[in-house]
């Protein structure tokens, strides 16, 4: 009854945490069991964008025998979240077993399980794309967030573990100015995709480019709750409704 989605990209920088924290809110908002794992380890970005110093960390989990339970953390409208830590070495320094042990009790949360990963090709990020269903792919209009996103896919495609009719990939653009550039993102990554990885990628939709995200960043508030009229909100809200339709 887990139904986990990876929330990933190949650029830092492009947005990830706030959609992970934004759409963990829509969610909820529809009445889901929500809990927000902050999978990129040592830099605890999602505990920083909701304001909340959380008493316990992933790290408790792998190196102090707590449960899972025992270590989320309550946030807004109900949500919960595992914090990565901050500065914590021996997170950063995880070999691919203990990432796997550490995934396998995740995926026992009997909820929707929101993985927010770290940027780029590092082993965490490889070992929770691969682990998870559904696999939502950040990326903005600057030519390096496009091309950064394509050498994630192609390190993923090399790998012997990964099965592409097994997994759902989404291709969700970023910062946009206009729906058809938010389609003109997809239509770059999914031609070279399809053409020399045989992947097929799927369009989930935009978030348009919005002043309101950056301040409510600052004030340490979800965008969704700080300013729930704008316009990137009801991006983030219609993103939702097509992912529980």
Known sequence: STRVIAVTSG?????????????????????????????????????????????????????????????????????????????????????????????????RLDTLVIVDTGAGISDSVLEFVLSSPEVLIVATPEPTSITDAYSLLKTVNRNKEFIPEEKKIQIIANRVSSKEEGREIYEKLNIVATKFLNIHLEYLGEIFQDANVSKAVIEQKPVSLAYPNSVSVKSYQEICNRMTE
Do not use: C, W
């Open 11 to 107: 650029k830092g920088g492009v947005g990830k945490t706030s959609l992970s924290v934004n759409l963990a809110i829509q969610f909820s908002k529809k009445g889901k069991r929500v809990v927000i794992i902050d999978a990129d380890f040592g830099l605890a970005n999602v505990e920083i964008m909701l304001g909340i110093r959380p008493r316990y960390t992933m790290s408790d989990l792998i190196h102090n025998d707590m449960s899972i339970d025992e270590i989320i953390t309550e946030g807004p409208m109900g949500i919960g979240f595992i914090s990565g830590g901050s500065g914590v070495q021996d997170m950063v320094n995880l070999d691919k077993e203990q990432l796997r042990i550490l995934i396998g009790k995740l995926v």
